[in-house]
């Protein structure tokens, strides 16, 4: 690229959603305290999955917290279903919404409003892409190689590469709200 008189300033992604993406967003989250804490459970291996035990007492912290008023937003796809499904009888709370299967358009529009947790997936590289504040979990895979760029990414690293020795509370003191 220097040779053809190019250079990159920045090597973070940027995405930008339409006005018909953030109007579906903003019809989509109309009812959603703020702040919005967004879930996201899955990746593309178990094996960089927090446990999903975490994922609920992280959850139910927030929600009984008196210094949180806002809402938790649960990101969740097909590879999902399993734990949606054993989310959804926990959650049966008004300040929780399961955003299922929305299309990565409508889902980008929708990450730019939150604070977002998640793992080494697809879906972090969205949400780092929009602007949203990420707290990202990895444990076997390498954040130097797979972790989306970004002043809005704060990453936690197991130190033994087990996602399950990261605590709740590591995850809560990340959170900026």
Known sequence: MEQLGLTVDELRAKLYPSAADRQVAREFLRHSSQPIVAFHPGSG????????????????????????????????????????????PIWKNPRVQFAENLTLPHLA??????????????????????????????????????????????LIRASDGELCSISVRDVRNAMPL
């Open 109 to 154: 529009a929708v990450l730019e409003h939150v604070t977002f947790v998640g793992h080494d997936s697809g879906i972090s590289h969205l949400a780092a892409a929009v602007g949203s504040n990420c707290i990202l979990l990895f444990g076997p895979t390498d954040p130097d190689v797979w972790a989306p760029q970004g002043e809005n990414v704060s």
């Open 45 to 88: 291996g178990e094996g960089k999955n927090w446990p999903l035990e975490n994922w609920i007492a992280l959850g139910n912290t927030l929600l009984t917290s008196l210094d949180f008023g806002g809402s938790i937003l649960v990101v969740c796809g097909e590879a999902d279903e399993t734990k949606t499904h054993r989310l959804k």
